[in-house]
């Protein structure tokens, strides 16, 4: 069965900051562009980064340039989204996607993707 479980959710206080894990079970994430998406109440999903699966290319949404990175560990087929300097608007599900075929750019933009995870919550409040 081929799933993505996402993990690290969980509250933090503003100016915090958590790591996301995307694990890969049933195939191998290596052949795969990999996004992190988000959606908080009342709006609508948004691409927060991809990450290509050839050459590192990444693409990082304007909000969260600087504060977040992505990242990939093919050995662990496991991908990781770094949230640093967290804000309040940060809030939102976060979900993990792979992507047979879409490249950075596409899939962050349109939101497309083969495989999806379930979504772990962040929550940013004091």
């Known amino acids: 069965q081929l799933q993505l479980v996402e993990s690290g959710g969980g509250l933090v206080q503003p100016g915090g900051s958590l790591r996301l894990s995307c694990a890969a079970s049933?195939?191998?994430?290596?052949?795969?562009?990999i996004g992190w998406f988000r959606q908080a109440p009342g709006k609508e999903r948004e691409g927060v980064s991809c990450?290509?699966?050839?050459?590192?290319?990444?693409m990082y949404a304007d909000s969260v340039k600087g504060r977040f990175t992505i990242s990939r560990d093919n050995a662990k087929n496991t991908v990781y989204l770094q949230m640093n300097s967290l804000k309040p608007e940060d809030t939102a599900v976060y979900y993990c996607?792979?992507?047979?075929?879409?490249?950075?750019?596409?899939?962050?933009?349109?939101?497309?993707?083969?495989?999806w995870g379930q979504g772990t919550q962040v929550t940013v409040s004091s």
């Open positions: 049933g195939f191998s994430l290596d052949s795969y562009t």
């Open positions: 990450i290509s699966s050839s050459d590192g290319r990444t």
């Open positions: 996607a792979a992507d047979s075929i879409r490249p950075v750019r596409s899939m962050c933009l349109f939101i497309k993707a083969d495989y």
